[in-house]
């Protein structure tokens, strides 16, 4: 009888079944899967996004706050305009194919019917 070497190429000392959990595999993750914003944020961030009370911060933690999000706000906007941008102009390339393959199918039709179309279009005289 040929004896097999029974190789395990998993975690040492893991059990079968367990599974690790995402903090013991060093992954921060929220309920979607996606990373939490915590984990790769700026210290600026972080401070415009503070549960803070306006009315307790400083003059100067304000306007730090306010410059933060009005920059994020521009962003976004800029963000959005270039794929407004880009999605015009798939719109336009996608119409453009469609009316190519519109004409192609109609002319593909008219070509193998054309027999068809001729008896229709003059008529046999008896």
């Known amino acids: 009888m ?3 070497v029974l190789t395990h190429h998993g975690i040492l000392g893991q059990k079968w ?7 013991q595999l060093g992954r921060s993750k929220n309920s979607s899967g996606k990373k939490t914003a915590s984990d790769d944020s700026h210290d600026d961030y972080k401070k415009a ?10 003059d100067a ?10 920059m994020e706000r521009q962003y976004s906007q ?5 794929v407004n941008r880009g999605k015009k102009y798939l719109d336009t390339v996608i ?7 519109t004409v192609t199918s109609t ?8 027999d068809k179309i001729r008896k229709i279009v003059t008529p046999e005289s008896s």
């Open 2 to 4: 040929n004896s097999s």
């Open 17 to 23: 079944g367990v599974r690790r959990t995402p903090a």
């Open 49 to 58: 996004h503070s549960g803070k009370s306006v009315k307790t911060m400083s």
């Open 61 to 70: 933690e304000l306007r730090s706050k306010l410059n933060r999000l009005q």
């Open 78 to 82: 800029l963000s959005k305009s270039d």
């Open 95 to 101: 119409k453009a194919g469609t009316t190519v393959a």
């Open 107 to 114: 002319a593909l039709t008219i070509y193998n019917n054309i």
